[in-house]
């Protein structure tokens, strides 16, 4: 569901939990929710996922408002918590469902992306590895992956704890000079 106003873009990087908690603390993020993207069947679930070879990815879904935070500098944000040069592989988590990977719904989106990405790739010698393409398909998961470090204060997670008090100063500088 949009919200008058904002704009909304689909990130995988790794495990969603860290990233759906990383995200919702950046200054312009509206709401968080997470789920599986671009994968084969129909409302997966998160066993199904992870041993069935659906082809979904974690992903979050973040909605946020242009007016706060442009794509640009979200996709920066994001880029800084995930080795874009790691191919289905964040952190501990490895499998196609831990790819990284942006989704867009706005065509318009898909040229900022490619922008960010060459910028990105300029400071790597590797290949950056970030699937891009338009959202074909996202389900969102069982109701205790959601806000799931809110609920686990203990819970694993590959971001760490100092990336999280990163997001909460993020202002956009082009915006919030």
């Known amino acids: ?45 998160y066993e199904e996922v992870c041993h069935m070879d659906t082809g979904h990815a974690e992903t979050v879904h973040a909605i946020y408002d242009p007016s706060k935070i442009r794509l640009e500098h979200l996709l920066s944000l994001y880029y800084n918590v995930i080795d874009p040069t790691s191919l289905n592989r964040q952190g501990c988590d490895v499998g196609s469902q831990y790819r990284t990977g942006i989704y867009y719904t706005d065509p318009s989106d898909e040229e900022i992306i490619n922008n960010s990405l060459k910028d990105l790739q300029s400071a790597y010698t590797e290949n950056i590895v970030i699937e891009v393409m338009p959202l074909k398909n996202y389900y969102s998961a069982e109701e205790y992956h959601q806000k799931y470090l809110d609920k686990n204060l203990d819970g694993y997670c590959h971001i760490g704890q100092d990336k999280f008090a990163q997001a909460m100063m993020a202002k956009d500088p082009i915006l919030f000079p």
Do not use: D, H, Q
């Open 1 to 45: 569901m949009i919200i008058k106003n904002t704009k909304e873009i689909y990130l995988a990087g790794g495990c969603f939990w860290g990233t759906e908690k990383y995200l919702s603390l950046i200054p312009g993020v509206i709401r968080t929710r997470v789920g599986y993207a671009n994968g084969r069947t129909k409302n997966p679930t």
